[in-house]
Structure formats: structure tokens, C-alpha cells
């Protein structure tokens, strides 16, 4: 099993700059994939970025070139950068793990961008 707790979420302005941990409760190294998803009042959850354990990435389109998903493997924490934040990037965010056929989530935090 993996527990992740996610951190960093708040208030920001719009312009403002905003950056999330994901610690689990195992090595990530173990991890074949861990991503950020996000979701908005009355929206489905979506994918903002994922990183694969060889260290490759993927994006959502509409955070191309703002955000960036990194992870330490020392530390077993996965991180979200995120810059340039827009109001219609309020949503809760979510830390996930698929790990052995199975996937994870954390509890979320929310991310408020205010204009």
C-alpha cells in the first residue's frame, strides 16, 4: 500500500506562484507512475501532470509551459510547480500512485487563485 498527504495548497492572486508536495509512505522509487489531478466545483477530475519512474512527463494542454512536476526520490515526495496561476486553476488537487496494479490517492488540498 502507499499513503500520500499532499501539502502546499492556499490562497494566491492571480500571477502568483504556488508549489505542492506529495509525500508517500514508501520509497517512489518502487512507483511505476505518480501524477496531480485536480478538480473543480461541478467538473470531472482531471489530469495536470504525471511523471513516470524514469523520470519522463506529461501535461495537461492547458498548463503546458506554468507548471512543472518533478520528483525526489531521496526524500519520496513528488512536487508540483506551479506559476502564472489563473482563477480557473482553483480546484482541489489530488497526488496519485499507481503502484503494483493498484492506484492511490491523497486527501487533497485546495488551491484558491483569486483575480
Known amino acids: 500500500q502507499v499513503q500520500l498527504v499532499e501539502s502546499g495548497g492556499g490562497l494566491v492572486q492571480a500571477g502568483g506562484s504556488l508549489r505542492l508536495s506529495c509525500a508517500a509512505s514508501?520509497?517512489?522509487?518502487?512507483?511505476?507512475?505518480m501524477g496531480w489531478y485536480r478538480q473543480a466545483p461541478g467538473k470531472q477530475r482531471e489530469l495536470v501532470a504525471g511523471i513516470t519512474g524514469g523520470g519522463n512527463t506529461n501535461y495537461a494542454d492547458s498548463v503546458k509551459g506554468r507548471f512543472t512536476i518533478s520528483r525526489d526520490n531521496a526524500k519520496n515526495t513528488v512536487y508540483l510547480q506551479m506559476n502564472s496561476l489563473k482563477p480557473e486553476d482553483t480546484a482541489v488537487y489530488y497526488c496519485n500512485a499507481n503502484f503494483q496494479l493498484h492506484i492511490y490517492w491523497g486527501q487533497g488540498t485546495q488551491v484558491t487563485v483569486s483575480s
Open positions: 514508501r520509497s517512489i522509487f518502487s512507483i511505476n507512475g
